[in-house]
């Protein structure tokens, strides 16, 4: 079963230094019919205007994933940790036993960002921050693991959840294939191009909830930028 939910339909809310759109319900914004897919609790799509950003803020028990579609990001947190991330790379967070961040577009264009939310599979965990460069180039006409749980994938980001999010880059008229599980599904948006999901059409930022399926073929109808989160 795949189910597409247009971009503009999901919720939102412009805070004009941000520019919010919500795949779950998140904030201000709720759905009880949008509380989450599986252990995925938030996938956020933020546009930050330049020289603005998240000020100092807490989470806790939350593995947050920011994938930067373009622009850079910045973060700073109470633990000592300080870094940029730049289009086409990700940063990962584990809240853990709990941690104050700030996350701030320090650039002088705006920045867009994917912010995604996880479950972990522990909780109370030590928390940590880190940040991985991936060259659009090495994931052209593939999927590669950006963040993961899983210990084979030593290139990823490393999460504590029981989740694998996969990128690639793709030229109009290419596809690529990824196997799910027994009792795995996929949640997977396109940062940018249409595309098909085992035939069924997606345009940009829309989400698509794929579950009950074996084999998910990605169809690039043009030149896309792909995410793919698999998780129980």
Avoid: C
């Amino acid at each position: 079963m795949i189910q597409v939910r247009p971009f503009a339909q999901l919720g939102h809310a412009n805070h004009g230094w941000l520019d919010a759109h919500h795949h779950f319900s998140f904030a201000e914004y709720h759905d009880p019919q949008r509380m989450g897919f599986g252990p995925l609790r938030v996938w956020n799509d933020d546009h930050i205007r330049a020289h603005s950003g998240f000020p100092p803020h807490p989470h806790r028990d939350m593995e947050i994933i920011t994938y930067v579609r373009s622009g850079a990001i910045s973060h700073e947190d109470q633990l000592g940790n300080r870094g940029r991330t730049e289009a086409g790379d990700v940063q990962v967070m584990s809240a853990g036993t709990g941690v104050v961040h700030a996350e701030y577009n320090r650039e002088s264009v705006d920045t867009e960002i994917f912010q995604i939310w996880v479950e972990p599979t522990q909780r109370g965990m030590p928390p940590r921050w880190e940040t991985r460069t991936f060259p659009k180039a090495t994931r052209s006409g593939q999927l590669i693991a950006v963040a993961s749980g899983r210990d084979g994938d030593l290139g990823a980001a490393r999460i504590h959840a029981d989740a694998v999010l996969w990128a690639a880059t793709l030229r109009a008229g290419e596809s690529v294939q990824h196997t799910l599980a027994p009792g795995r599904r996929a949640y997977l948006v396109a940062a940018s191009g249409s595309l098909e999901v085992n035939g069924v059409a997606a345009s940009a930022r829309d989400g698509v909830a794929i579950q009950g399926e074996t084999l998910v073929t990605v169809s690039a109808l043009e030149a896309a930028e792909v995410l793919l989160l698999d998780l129980p």
